[in-house]
């Protein structure tokens, strides 16, 4: 049901925040055989259309997750080829230095983040993180001129990571928040190819969720469904953290249950993963926390909305790590959901 080498090519692909033209074209291919219709939205969105089965008016469904990557900007140059640089979205600086980067300039330069090193560092230095204004890119370039070309202002930069396969169906790698949902979108549309649904479903891969929740707005506006469902990433259990912070790997996706979720669809979820036999965790959400789901409960008039997580471990990091089958069982959910999703059911939907 998930395909390693598409979450491969999807995780190490390039698309910053307001560049993610790169994983957009791969998702068009990819999604064509398994939609009527995918199109892209002035904002750069992916949106794929599947049509129902039966006498119209149908349900109208929007499944998001959004495509965007935290990542770097060049902001200037320096003598010697280095590039200096600023973050896109929720970039922890000290997980920065050492790493392989791809500066997508002019065209593509690999380099190395740098700084100076401990042996030069003062005794204050050494005792504190090292600042993103000390750090700098290394392409190898000497000349100035020759870098200014090739390496315009404005540039984005990715970490270079390819995806590792770990012990017992997990993987690691850059940008699995929330390539991990889009794999989810892909997987669900597929799998519907098999199956009878009376319900029009959007699968919208969305821009510019890091830094500001942009194509979901737009796009739910737009498609104005009857009802949505965000699918992104919350916080593996690891080492160091409370118990109640993060949800274990392998026990499946975690339902949102919150102010911005329909208590309707929440338990919609739950009685579809019960249904079937998923196993599936519940995680309290008081506030949107930075998904999609926020911004298609407020668009137009209001969307009854809901939030489906994958446990992810190291989030904001070049090895975010999940378990493949939680990945599954998310595609698995959303198709049971689907299918016995009923017009009746969605005139239902109240507030509350």
């Not at 560092?121 to 890119?137: L, N």
């Not at 080492?239 to 309707?264: N, R, S, T, W």
Request: aromatic fraction near 4%; glycine fraction near 12%; hydrophobic fraction near 40%.
């Amino acid at each position: 049901m998930v395909d390693l080498d598409l979450l491969r090519r999807l995780s190490e692909g390039a698309g910053v925040s307001g560049s993610e033209g790169e994983v957009a074209k791969l998702l068009v291919e990819v999604l064509r055989p398994y939609a009527d219709s995918v199109d892209r939205d002035r904002l750069g969105n992916v949106i794929a259309f599947k049509e129902g089965e039966g006498p119209t008016p149908r349900p109208r469904v929007l499944l998001s997750a959004h495509m965007d990557e935290i990542g770097l900007l060049v902001t200037g140059w320096e003598d010697g080829g280095f590039l200096r640089f600023s973050t896109v979205g929720g970039v922890d600086i000290r997980t920065l230095l050492g790493q392989e980067v791809i500066v997508h300039g002019t065209r593509i330069l690999p380099g190395v983040i740098g700084a100076k090193p401990p042996h030069l560092q003062s005794p204050a230095e050494r005792k504190e993180a090292i600042d993103g204004e000390k750090m700098y890119i290394d392409t190898g370039l000497k000349a100035r001129d020759e870098l200014e070309r090739l390496v315009p202002i404005g540039s984005v930069v990715t970490i270079a990571r390819k995806l590792q396969v770990l012990a017992q169906g997990r993987v690691a790698g850059k940008a699995l928040d929330n390539r991990a949902g889009v794999m989810v979108l892909v997987g669900c549309l597929k799998e519907l190819m098999a199956v009878k649904h009376k319900a029009d479903v959007y699968a919208v891969a969305t821009v510019q969720e890091e830094v500001g929740i942009r194509g979901a707005i737009t796009s739910s506006h737009g498609i104005n469904p009857d009802l949505g469902i965000a699918i992104d990433v919350c916080h593996g259990d690891m080492l160091g953290m409370a118990e109640d912070e993060g949800y274990p790997l392998d026990k499946g996706p975690a339902i949102g249950f919150g102010p911005h979720v329909h208590h309707q669809l929440y338990r919609a979820l739950r009685d579809s993963a019960e249904r079937v036999g998923i196993t599936y965790q519940v995680e309290p959400s008081p506030t949107p926390a930075g998904t999609d789901a926020w911004g298609i409960q407020i668009a137009r008039r209001g969307i009854p909305t809901a939030l489906i997580s994958i446990p992810l471990r190291y989030m904001h990091t070049s090895v975010e790590t999940l378990s493949m089958r939680d990945v599954a069982e998310t595609i698995r959910l959303l198709l049971a959901f689907i299918q016995g999703l009923e017009s009746a059911f969605v005139e239902g939907l109240s507030c509350y």
